[in-house]
Nanobody, 118 residues
Protein backbone atom coordinates (compact mmCIF):
# COMPACT_ATOMS: atom_id res chain seq x y z
CA UNK A 1 0.00 0.00 0.00
CA UNK A 2 3.06 2.26 0.29
CA UNK A 3 5.70 2.69 -2.40
CA UNK A 4 9.09 4.24 -1.64
CA UNK A 5 11.48 5.43 -4.35
CA UNK A 6 14.97 6.71 -3.51
CA UNK A 7 17.12 9.05 -5.55
CA UNK A 8 20.26 11.14 -5.17
CA UNK A 9 23.01 8.56 -4.76
CA UNK A 10 26.32 8.90 -6.52
CA UNK A 11 30.09 9.14 -6.20
CA UNK A 12 31.71 11.95 -4.21
CA UNK A 13 35.09 12.83 -2.75
CA UNK A 14 35.67 12.52 0.97
CA UNK A 15 34.42 15.65 2.67
CA UNK A 16 31.75 16.21 0.05
CA UNK A 17 27.98 16.18 0.29
CA UNK A 18 25.02 14.35 -1.17
CA UNK A 19 21.29 14.73 -0.73
CA UNK A 20 19.15 11.60 -0.81
CA UNK A 21 15.41 11.83 -1.35
CA UNK A 22 12.65 9.30 -0.79
CA UNK A 23 9.29 9.83 -2.44
CA UNK A 24 6.35 8.06 -0.84
CA UNK A 25 3.16 7.19 -2.66
CA UNK A 26 0.07 5.18 -1.89
CA UNK A 27 -1.53 5.18 1.54
CA UNK A 28 0.96 7.52 3.17
CA UNK A 29 -1.43 8.17 6.06
CA UNK A 30 -0.63 4.67 7.28
CA UNK A 31 3.01 5.66 7.93
CA UNK A 32 4.23 6.50 11.42
CA UNK A 33 8.02 6.50 11.19
CA UNK A 34 10.34 6.86 8.22
CA UNK A 35 14.06 6.38 8.12
CA UNK A 36 17.21 5.65 6.22
CA UNK A 37 19.27 2.49 6.56
CA UNK A 38 22.50 1.54 4.87
CA UNK A 39 24.28 -1.68 4.05
CA UNK A 40 27.91 -1.99 3.01
CA UNK A 41 29.27 -5.12 1.30
CA UNK A 42 29.63 -7.94 3.80
CA UNK A 43 28.05 -5.89 6.58
CA UNK A 44 24.70 -5.87 8.36
CA UNK A 45 22.08 -3.34 7.41
CA UNK A 46 22.15 -0.52 9.97
CA UNK A 47 19.96 2.41 10.89
CA UNK A 48 21.28 5.81 9.82
CA UNK A 49 18.45 8.13 10.88
CA UNK A 50 14.72 8.13 11.47
CA UNK A 51 11.94 10.67 11.76
CA UNK A 52 8.45 10.38 13.24
CA UNK A 53 5.19 11.87 12.04
CA UNK A 54 5.74 14.58 14.65
CA UNK A 55 9.16 15.38 13.17
CA UNK A 56 11.12 13.91 16.07
CA UNK A 57 14.47 12.68 14.80
CA UNK A 58 16.95 10.02 15.81
CA UNK A 59 20.49 9.63 14.47
CA UNK A 60 23.11 6.96 14.66
CA UNK A 61 26.18 8.17 16.52
CA UNK A 62 28.39 7.77 13.48
CA UNK A 63 26.41 10.36 11.49
CA UNK A 64 25.32 12.80 14.19
CA UNK A 65 26.41 16.32 13.34
CA UNK A 66 26.99 15.41 9.69
CA UNK A 67 23.62 14.18 8.40
CA UNK A 68 20.17 15.76 8.62
CA UNK A 69 16.89 13.94 8.07
CA UNK A 70 13.71 15.86 7.31
CA UNK A 71 10.20 15.49 5.97
CA UNK A 72 9.15 17.81 3.19
CA UNK A 73 6.19 18.63 0.98
CA UNK A 74 3.48 17.75 3.48
CA UNK A 75 5.36 14.56 4.45
CA UNK A 76 5.23 13.14 0.95
CA UNK A 77 9.03 13.03 0.79
CA UNK A 78 11.86 12.34 3.20
CA UNK A 79 15.32 13.78 2.65
CA UNK A 80 18.71 12.81 4.03
CA UNK A 81 21.27 15.59 3.68
CA UNK A 82 24.73 14.04 4.04
CA UNK A 83 27.67 16.34 4.70
CA UNK A 84 31.34 15.72 5.48
CA UNK A 85 31.13 12.30 3.90
CA UNK A 86 33.75 9.69 4.75
CA UNK A 87 34.87 6.60 2.81
CA UNK A 88 33.26 4.43 5.49
CA UNK A 89 29.89 5.96 4.54
CA UNK A 90 30.05 4.00 1.29
CA UNK A 91 26.99 1.74 1.16
CA UNK A 92 23.62 1.18 -0.41
CA UNK A 93 21.15 3.47 1.32
CA UNK A 94 17.55 2.32 1.75
CA UNK A 95 14.45 4.32 2.57
CA UNK A 96 12.19 2.69 5.14
CA UNK A 97 8.67 3.31 6.43
CA UNK A 98 6.63 1.68 9.18
CA UNK A 99 2.94 1.65 10.02
CA UNK A 100 1.38 2.06 13.49
CA UNK A 101 -0.56 -1.20 13.11
CA UNK A 102 -0.17 -4.37 15.15
CA UNK A 103 1.91 -6.04 13.93
CA UNK A 104 3.92 -3.23 12.38
CA UNK A 105 4.22 -3.39 8.61
CA UNK A 106 7.53 -2.24 7.14
CA UNK A 107 8.13 -0.96 3.62
CA UNK A 108 11.46 -0.62 1.84
CA UNK A 109 12.71 1.24 -1.17
CA UNK A 110 15.00 -0.37 -3.74
CA UNK A 111 18.10 1.43 -2.48
CA UNK A 112 20.56 3.92 -3.93
CA UNK A 113 24.34 3.54 -4.05
CA UNK A 114 26.55 6.06 -2.26
CA UNK A 115 30.29 5.84 -2.89
CA UNK A 116 32.79 8.09 -1.13
CA UNK A 117 36.33 8.07 -2.48
CA UNK A 118 39.35 8.54 -0.24
Amino acid sequence: QVRLVESGGGVVQAGGSLRLSCAASGNIFRISVMGWYRQAPGRQRELVASITSGANTNYADFVKGRFIISRENAKNTVTLQMNSLKPEDTAVYYCNAATPTTPTRVYWGQGTQVTVSS
